[in-house]
């Protein structure tokens, strides 16, 4: 198909669509004339993808660039994971060395309790370290009294997440549905927790 | 305490207390002459709130602007939650209106199910709706026909979210205490769930 039925079949404007091309999103499609090329059926789907991972997952075009590519490369469905997972977290804060060191005991404990593993410098590790250090200084302790429920219940859900991995696709398409689970599927875990508090306050306090 | 050393105790450049200032984020200290003023604990106290808000959770100044003042406002916990909750809560995609009906049936029984509550305009029943219906557009079935189990998980959560809420604060900090659990917590759990993904990919598959 052209251009401009690549942009109705995807719901996408043309002038979108150049931009992600040029940044690198999209893949070329088979020029057929100076002037003109051809796309077909992979670049509707992956500028639905693009579109979810922007509009629906808030990921800024040079993470999603950085997605796509490690969806793109070569490299086993696992090892693709992880440079999805590192893209798709990002903690930019600044943590004193000593907090820091108070921190990664706290994480590295519950990681231990709960069989988790983690390498020097894994940005999902930061994350959690920045995060605990964050709380602490805000003085609410009574999370951190409770960290040990939600790591339980993060196990839970993580099988459910592999569940849903295994049950839906073939291999060609595990590594995009990956990245559309994590993407989407915190977005939609997030949803639900905020109805369920919002249910369980009223139903603790007979409120709403 | 003056300008510097409210910088000093808080950790943030003059400068980026100034913007905070104007912009709103942070109450005027007690003028004490035309050029200077005096700040007190509680202005320390709101800076660790809003650097915590801005560089954990990823809120923009305007966001942060919305949940302070909820935070400072005089109406009653429950209803300031709900402005938090609200200014919390982004989701911006167009949802075409067919699929938008049947998005708004799958989230209405699994709320009828679960005895969740959402009026019309609900921003979270939004962000569901639009997430819903981007995971049927990319064809992660799966993901969907998983959706009672995640829904399951998110109760659990709430009772852990509103257990902590009450272990730990007194009535005059359980407004920013919530709104701490729901913007810190969100990040920790998003961590935990990252480790357990890879822990539970690891032991499926033997790989790591």
Known sequence: MRMAELSAESGIPVA???YYLREGLLPAGERTSPNQARYGEEHVRRLKLIRALVEVGGLSVATVREVVAAVDSDRAAYSVLGVAQRALTRFDADVPDEDREWAMGVVGELAREHGWKFGPDNPVAELLVGTVCTIRALGHQALLDQIGRYADIADRIAQADLDTL???VSMDRIVEAAV????????LFEGFRR???AAETARRYSVG
């Open 195 to 197: 109805l369920a508090q």
């Open 166 to 168: 295994e049950a839906g």
């Open 16 to 18: 979108t669509i150049k």
């Open 180 to 187: 559309v689970g994590t993407v989407l599927g915190d977005r």
